[in-house]
C-alpha cells in the first residue's frame, strides 16, 4: 500500500433477512479506530482495499448494492465459518425445501 494514500475502513451489519447495511466508514485515525473496535469484540477482519473503496462511496445507513450480494456473502460465510457459526434457516424454509414437490 502507498504510505500516502490514506488506510480506509468500513464495517457492515447483517441481520440474517436483509442486505448488509453500511453501519461505519472512516479514514486514518478513524479507520484505527474502527479496526479496534471489530478486534475488541472479535469480529473478523476481511482486508480488501478495492472492495473499501466502493462500498466507502455510500452512505452510512445504505444496504450494499445487489450487484456485490454473492461478494459480501462469501466474506460474511467465510467469518462465521471462523466463528463456529452457521446461518439461521426458518422452520418454513427448510420445510418447504425438504418437501417433494408434486
Same mark, same amino acid.
Given at each position: 500500500?502507498?504510505?500516502?494514500?490514506?488506510? $480506509?475502513?468500513? /464495517?457492515?451489519? !447483517?441481520?440474517?433477512?436483509? #442486505?448488509?447495511?453500511?453501519?461505519? &466508514?472512516?479514514?486514518? $485515525? %478513524? #479507520? *484505527?479506530?474502527?479496526? #479496534?473496535?471489530? +478486534?475488541? !469484540? *472479535?469480529?473478523?477482519? !476481511?482486508?480488501? #482495499?478495492?472492495?473499501? &473503496? %466502493?462500498?466507502? +462511496?455510500?452512505? @452510512?445507513?445504505?444496504?450494499?448494492?445487489?450487484?456485490? !450480494? +454473492?461478494? =459480501?456473502? *462469501? =466474506?460474511?460465510?467465510?467469518?462465521?465459518? %471462523? &466463528?463456529? &457459526?452457521?446461518? $439461521?434457516?426458518?422452520? /418454513? *424454509? @427448510?420445510? +418447504?425445501?425438504?418437501?417433494?414437490?408434486?
Amino acid at each position: 500500500m502507498n504510505p500516502n494514500t490514506p488506510r $480506509q475502513a468500513i /464495517a457492515l451489519n !447483517y441481520d440474517g433477512h436483509q #442486505a448488509p447495511v453500511l453501519t461505519a &466508514k472512516g479514514d486514518d $485515525q %478513524l #479507520a *484505527e479506530a474502527i479496526l #479496534a473496535i471489530a +478486534r475488541d !469484540y *472479535e469480529v473478523p477482519i !476481511y482486508e480488501n #482495499a478495492e472492495l473499501v &473503496k %466502493l462500498l466507502a +462511496r455510500m452512505e @452510512l445507513g445504505d444496504r450494499i448494492p445487489e450487484a456485490m !450480494y +454473492r461478494t =459480501i456473502a *462469501e =466474506i460474511i460465510a467465510f467469518a462465521w465459518h %471462523l &466463528k463456529g &457459526k452457521a446461518p $439461521q434457516v426458518e422452520a /418454513a *424454509e @427448510l420445510e +418447504r425445501d425438504i418437501t417433494p414437490h408434486r
